[in-house]
């Protein structure tokens, strides 16, 4: 079905062509330690907690939106290790005011996940509403969800790993989960109006005021391999929440993060962008993009012009982060929810509307990704250097260009996996493969 996009219907018939590359399969050798028993893992994690489990204990246990692949095995694990000693736990989702800024949206973005009341064990209750706690002195008001405020206890669980918004000791963590997930719509708000550089100062010390309603029981960090599979498992003790102790597994995460293996790239196609990759979308800090005003940029990698393709059926048309693309197809523009991309986008403060904006749309993705190589300023297109990536999250198998493939042969983490193959679209214009 065809949509009617308005006024980009007068480049429906504007079509471009350009010398594409042929592709080599390649593949990073990345970090692959990974935790075997998951399950098994999480609870002995959970051990120092024993003695402060009473029976008929409520415990909430915070579940965000991120796609992280053994989250759903850690929640449902430390559910039943609180069971085995009598208390009562139950899930709350913690993102803020993703999922629409819905209780509802919040429940079935879970459900896309994989966490259900079936697959996790236990209810899920979810509300938008909150119980506002006292100001942090010259910062923003703190709120917690009303469902883990009534609680006897909160579990924090989240992945410790490199934010997209800004760089500090403390990024996306477990003080994160509490501070503006947690805070739900009207928290994250609050702290996101004080800007994206100062995110590293508000969110440690919102947590901490959370943490000192004596709720808190501690959090399980959850750090990944470069494969996106748990490496580590550790109980963060509630005191050391946005502390010392979250800086060194941020530390240790930033170690095994997987990153492009290029310094520079003309022309970067990345098939998927979504909330279930990385809050902005794309990794920022996979493709070296900030673009947040005010905001340093990365150093690497330098990626001159970047198409994007699609969004994931996960992000239910939450395409933020389209504003850090250059190219995009129309296909991409027919699925986008754009009610819910400016609820993300206003939520995020200063952060918001640079990756909320619509990059140039053409009718395909041929033509996107021709445009991408022609302006990419390399007089020479024959030797564009390109590089087609799933999304930014799964980064061990590219596919690069033939002119990259001296770099490939020169770098001990990157093997070659096949014969270089060309690009092929079908009839509608659509990459394949």
């Known amino acids: 079905m065809t949509h009617h996009l308005g006024p980009f219907e007068a480049v429906r018939g504007l079509e471009f062509d350009a010398p594409f590359p042929h592709l080599l399969p390649v593949r990073q050798l990345l970090d692959d330690t990974r935790i075997q028993d998951v399950a098994a893992a999480t609870a002995a994690a959970m ?3 024993r003695s402060r489990i009473t029976p008929g204990m409520t415990v909430a246990i915070t579940a965000g939106s991120r796609g992280i692949h053994d989250k759903c095995a850690v929640v449902r694990a430390a559910g039943e290790w609180l069971r085995s000693l009598g208390a009562e736990p139950f899930v709350v989702p913690a993102m803020g005011s993703h999922g629409g800024a819905t209780a509802e949206g919040q429940v079935q973005l879970l459900a896309e996940l994989g966490m259900t009341e079936e697959s996790l064990g236990m209810p899920i209750h979810a509300t938008m509403e909150t119980v506002e706690l006292e ?6 008001a703190v709120h917690l969800d009303a469902n883990a405020a009534k609680a006897d206890a909160i579990l924090a669980v989240n992945r410790i790993k490199a934010h997209t918004d800004f760089s500090d000791e403390v990024e996306s963590g477990l003080a ?15 702290i996101h109006r004080y800007g994206p550089a100062n995110l590293g100062v ?12 004596g709720k808190v029981l501690g959090g399980l960090a959850i750090i990944e391999n470069a494969g996106d599979r748990a490496a580590r498992i550790e109980l963060v003790a509630a005191q050391d929440i946005g502390g010392p102790v979250e800086a060194e597994l941020l530390l240790d995460a930033k170690r095994r993060m997987a990153t492009l293996p290029f310094d520079d790239i003309d022309v970067a196609v990345i098939d998927l962008l979504g909330k279930n990759y990385s809050g902005a979308g794309m990794d920022t800090n996979v493709i070296g993009r900030m673009m947040i005003r005010g905001s340093a940029e990365f150093e ?3 990626i001159t012009n970047i198409a994007v393709l699609d969004v994931s059926d996960a992000s239910h048309g939450n395409a933020v982060g389209l504003g850090l693309a250059d190219f995009v197809p129309f296909r991409l523009l027919e699925r986008i929810d754009l009610e819910a991309v400016y609820i993300n986008a206003m939520t995020s403060g200063l952060g918001g509307p640079q990756r909320a904006q619509i990059p140039m749309a053409m009718a ?13 300023g390399r007089p020479d297109l024959e030797g564009v ?3 087609r990536m799933r999304n930014t999250l799964d980064l061990e198998h590219l596919w690069v260009s033939e002119s990259l493939r001296e770099q490939v042969l020169a770098h001990p983490g990157l093997e070659v996996t ?8 079908d009839d509608e214009g659509q990459l394949e493969g």
């Open 47 to 49: 051990e120092p907690l």
């Open 135 to 140: 100001r942090v002195p010259g910062g923003p």
């Open 176 to 190: 994160k989960i509490v501070a503006i997930g947690l805070g739900k719509r009207r928290g994250a708000e609050g």
């Open 202 to 213: 508000w969110i440690p010390q919102v947590a901490r005021r959370i943490v000192e309603t």
């Open 300 to 302: 690497r990698p330098r």
């Open 364 to 376: 395909t993705d041929r033509s996107a990704i021709a445009a991408a190589i022609l302006t990419c």
């Open 385 to 387: 250097t390109l590089v």
């Open 418 to 425: 096949g014969e270089a193959v060309p690009m092929v679209f």
